[in-house]
């Protein structure tokens, strides 16, 4: 029987794509609703889901997960600004 494999990294010895990127991705943290669709879709893996204040509510403890992108390894594809279901993340040069 085949079997499936995990292949572990040590992403320190991984060469940094986002030294060479013409364009970088930002992510409206407010707009962003944590749907987590960019982390499925980005092919350098480089999107994490992390806990943000959010400005939009009343109540200033709210927080909720919001995407942060590593720029050590974002190589500014924007396949993540493409998939984005409300248009949270914007390319900039
Ligand atoms: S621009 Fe491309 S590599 Fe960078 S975070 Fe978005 S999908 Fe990933
Ligand atoms: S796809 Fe857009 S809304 Fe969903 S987690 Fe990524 S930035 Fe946020």
């Given at each position: 029987m085949e079997r499936g494999g995990i292949i572990k990294n040590d992403i320190s010895k991984s060469?940094?794509?986002?030294?060479?990127?013409?364009s970088k991705p930002e992510v409206d943290k407010d707009k962003c609703?944590?749907?987590e669709t960019c982390v499925q879709y980005c092919p350098d893996a480089c999107i994490e889901m992390q806990t943000h204040n959010s400005q939009?509510?009343?109540?200033?403890?709210k927080q909720k997960k919001v995407a942060d992108i590593d720029?050590?390894?974002?190589?500014?594809?924007?396949v993540c600004a493409q998939v984005c279901p409300v248009k949270a993340i914007s390319m900039r040069k």
């Open positions: 060469p940094k794509t986002g030294d060479w990127a013409y609703i944590g749907c939009l509510t009343t109540d200033n403890k720029y050590d390894f974002c190589k500014g594809c924007g």
